[in-house]
């Protein structure tokens, strides 16, 4: 009797259906993770705004209203990946925003910082 090695049409059907599913669900849970990597470093530079605001705030009585004006500020990749702003509130508030530059991997992502410690974002 002539035994033959190897799989089936149908098995391997099975498996790249499978594989199919898997990669179905994967894909868009990958994506989200990658986003929000990206966001962290909007994070990471709004919290340095936040901090080189207080120190403004402690020089000058008022906080600056705008990015250029807090010259003790560093920005990782300031304009590659995200720009900065500052947005004057009501009273003595601001918004600091960061948003990301379009025709890159950052477009759509987007962040916010409240100097009463409110915040959010979207990706």
Do not use: C
Not at 92 to 107: L, R, S
Request: no cysteine; charged share 10%; proline share 2%.
């Amino acid at each position: 009797m002539l035994k033959r090695k190897g799989f089936t049409l149908i098995e391997v059907l099975i498996v790249v259906i499978i594989l199919g599913i898997l990669a179905t669900i994967a894909i868009p849970q990958f994506s989200q993770m990658v986003k929000r990597a990206r966001l962290a470093e909007a994070w990471t530079n709004l919290a340095a705004i936040r901090t080189a605001q207080s120190v403004y705030h402690l020089e000058n009585s008022a906080y600056a209203a705008t990015v250029a004006a807090l010259t003790d500020l560093v920005i990782q990749n300031n304009g590659t990946n995200f720009t900065y702003a500052i947005v004057a509130g009501a009273g003595a508030t601001y918004n600091a925003t960061a948003t990301g530059v379009a025709a890159t991997p950052y477009a759509g992502i987007s962040a916010w910082m409240a100097n009463d410690g409110t915040n959010g974002s979207t990706y």
